[in-house]
C-alpha cells in the first residue's frame, strides 16, 4: 500500500480546510488561501486536527494517485503556513541580478538585459548582488518560476558560469589542451 498515501496530514491551528464536490480543496491560512481540483475517485475526509486520503481499490491508477493526492494537500498545507522558497545565485564575471519593484533585472552577458516580472502570488527577493530567493505559498509556481529564471542562462559546465540552483552541482569538464 502507498505508504506516503497511507500518513495522515496535520492541520496545524489557523488553517481551515475545506473540501468541495468534485474534490475541490480549499486551504486557508496565515499566508493566504490555495485551491485545487484533486481527483475524484480519492477519498479525502476532515477527522479532527487530521486530514486523511483513502483509495477506492488496488489498480495501478489508484496507487499512484493516492499517494499524489495525499502529497499535494500536504504542499498546500505548509504553503500556507510556512510558504516555500527556491535560492538562485547567478555566477560569472558581469553577470547581475537587480530589484526595481516587481521588475527583476538580469544582466547575463547577452546585449541586452533581461527583464522578468514577478508573476501573481510569487516574489523574489535579491540577497546581494547575486543570490535570487524565489518566494510563495504554491509550491509548484515557485519552482516554475525559479526555473524560468534559470532557463535565461544556465550554468555551462567549463567555467560554471550561469544560474543556478543553491543546490545544484554542475559537473565540470576539463577544457581544451594545446598541442605537444
Do not use: C, W
Not at 481540483?37 to 494517485?65: F, H, Q, T
Amino acid at each position: 500500500m502507498s505508504r506516503i498515501g497511507r500518513m495522515p496530514i496535520a492541520v496545524p491551528a489557523g488553517v481551515t480546510v475545506d473540501i468541495a464536490e468534485n474534490n475541490k480543496v480549499t486551504v486557508k491560512g496565515p499566508k493566504g488561501t490555495l485551491e485545487r481540483v484533486l481527483p475524484a475517485e480519492m477519498e479525502i475526509k476532515v477527522e479532527g486536527a487530521e486530514i486523511v486520503v483513502s483509495r477506492p481499490n488496488d489498480l495501478k491508477k489508484m496507487k499512484s494517485l493516492h499517494g499524489l493526492t495525499r502529497t499535494l494537500i500536504n504542499n498546500m498545507v505548509v504553503g500556507v503556513t510556512d510558504g516555500f522558497e527556491k535560492k538562485l545565485e547567478v555566477n560569472g564575471v558581469g553577470y547581475r541580478a537587480s530589484k526595481s519593484g516587481k521588475v527583476l533585472t538580469l544582466n547575463l552577458g547577452y546585449s541586452h538585459p533581461v527583464e522578468m516580472t514577478d508573476p501573481e502570488g510569487i516574489e523574489t527577493v535579491m540577497e546581494g548582488q547575486n543570490v535570487i530567493i524565489v518566494k510563495g505559498i504554491d509550491k509548484e509556481k515557485v519552482g516554475q518560476f525559479a526555473a524560468e529564471i534559470r532557463d535565461k542562462r544556465r550554468p555551462e559546465p567549463y567555467k560554471g558560469k550561469g544560474i543556478k540552483y543553491a543546490d545544484e552541482v554542475i559537473r565540470r569538464k576539463v577544457g581544451k589542451t594545446g598541442k605537444k
